[in-house]
């Protein structure tokens, strides 16, 4: 990391030399002298300082300039700002440049609005390539920085084109760019195919990592193709390292797989669950041998027969009491592992995935749903337990990044608190207080109907299958005739299979989100859904979700390696479109369905990444449109 600070270093202090003012100088030799002496004392960038307070003319810029080199190597970015700001109120100093630093200090300290703020402002007074570059870079840096590889992509490509046609080199620039580029999926990356000639090298080469990695010899003449295609190009310089990377990488060869799932104890239902999906999954990939343990045995026991086995993976434990038991006493640090549930703790082993069925993953595509749609007052129905106060306290951090209107939440106790939360919120109540109030000036009777409130324009149900059934006609009958129908959404909860095969008719409309293993018609191993349903026709929905997840964290085994290492890589599996962050969590996107004439069919429904709030009245926001 030092090494790299002192490249940032080189670079941007470079750009002071090609700027059109100039730093200034010492003529007197004295006033040298005197700088030199006491820099000679000063060790570090807070030292420097607090020296240049003290000091007067060129003797403190020319230490605040030193100060400021010092602050970026210490990586003290709250100093650079601080630094830099002093350095604003000097006529001479390049203030271009002296502005670039401060959205670089902003940036790394997470101050992004600021520092896009700053990098607007700048946008018209640039004129220098050097200053360019960096502007380039910064922003695309603000927007990854907020989750938007896509969106940063193309400041990311004039960066490189801009450096590389004047012959210079901007710090960090490839390994960020490339670390963006690569978690785009195909599809991304062939709309970027076009453009400079340094564009569609980055391009080809990120399109060559995904679809020959795991293949070394298809992937090492791809590179050699590439490397003649494109001579000269700025990620030539970091590409044999790239390549003998890459190469080296090949899919998992697991042969002895060990999977820990409750096998006794209130959760041998769930384990039974488990093991059916990792069967059936090993139906179609067969290996060697498997062994399932006992998730619930100690850590020792579950040691000595992964030990005696000789397990190549480890799928498991499902409990996080069990997670954390083996985590503390490092059982499984040697093992590549897939475990299947979230856990709180550090992650002890680059090898270590955890894969669950989060619900923060359903809500976090129905609030992008919601945004892409253009609505801007969702309210949200949840039970009053500590499951739906997390789940709505998670949408309101995320809504927030986006919007100032704060949705509308209603948690309901239970079924007879439901109908009092409904109108309470759609305000149904003081409408019927005003028809009261206007019957009881006139005697004669008086035509009327209740108006419910006209801003909310989505509704997001968090309850389960039978909560959402109550839920639903109450909504049906408090919403005013006079205003359009409110869209109804709901998460995976709210759909039974059990339930639905006597009754769909009171979800009418409703839309939902669902592992595709759960909707008929979705599931390409057709004879695997009749099979199942052969053998468990009973089964409740829970297990059956869980054979899901079992089934796929078996079947990625051979494509794990190359997940993780591709952020835009998916795979299509039965418990949703899976792909496998840097932290080595699973994430899943579910398939849309709808209630609709007493069917559930599935829908497409457009869902784009949101841009933040303060990057909303940003201009010129780039697309690969």
Known sequence: MRLKLVSLLIVLSGLSACSTTEKPSNTAENQSGQANTALSQLTDAQSMYQAALNRQGADKIQLLYTARDAAITEQRWSLLETICFELESTPSVDQIQNKLYIALAQEKQGKSDRALEQLQLLESQLTLPEHKAWHQYLTARVYASQGMPKQAMPYYFAASTISNENNFTVADLNKDLWASLTQLSSYALERFNRGSVVQQGWVNLALYHQVYL?????????????????????????????????????????????????????????????????????????????????????????????????????????????????????????????????FEGERISQQHFFFALSPEHEIQQALERFLTAGYQKPMLLAPNNSNGQRLVEYF????????????????????????????????????????????????QEVESETRSRSDIDVIYILGDATETRLIKPYLDVNVSTFADRIPLYASSKSHSKQIDSTDKGDLEGLYFTELPWMLDGQIKQHNLRQQYERLWPENTDI???????????????????????????????????????????????????????????????????????????????????
């Open 214 to 342: 795991g293949a070394p010899v298809e992937l090492h003449q791809a590179m050699n193709n590439w490397m003649r295609r494109y001579p000269g190009h700025p990620a030539a310089e970091v590409l044999p390292k790239k390549v003998t990377e890459l190469v080296q990488v090949e899919p998992l060869n697991v042969n002895r797989l060990a999977v820990l799932i409750p096998l006794s104890g209130a959760n041998e239902r769930l384990g039974d669950a488990l093991k059916a999906g990792v069967l059936a999954a090993l139906d179609t990939h067969p290996l060697e041998q498997t062994l399932f343990i006992d998730e619930s045995l100690s850590a020792a026991e579950i040691s000595l027969k992964l030990s005696e086995f000789k397990a190549d993976f480890v799928i498991g434990p499902l409990l996080k009491s069990n997670i954390e038991k083996l985590s503390t006493a490092q059982t499984l640090i040697d093992y590549p592992v897939m475990h299947l549930n979230s």
């Open 396 to 443: 309101n951090q995320q809504w927030q990044r986006y919007s100032e209107v704060k949705p509308q939440v209603g948690f309901y106790a239970g079924k007879d608190d439901m109908p009092k939360t409904i109108t309470g919120l759609l305000e149904v109540d003081q409408s019927k207080e005003r028809i009261q109030v206007v019957k009881s000036l006139f005697k």
């Open 543 to 625: 297990s059956q979700r869980l054979f899901a997840m079992a089934y796929d964290a078996t079947s990625l085994l051979g494509d794990v390696k190359q997940l993780s290492m591709i952020q835009g890589k998916r795979f299509a599996g039965i418990s949703g479109e899976l792909s496998i962050e840097t932290n080595g969590y699973v994430t899943r996107t579910l398939d849309w369905a709808q209630y609709k004439n007493k069917q559930i069919i599935a829908v497409e429904l457009a869902t784009e990444q949101p841009i933040p709030l303060f990057m909303q009245s940003a201009t010129g926001i780039n697309s690969a449109d």
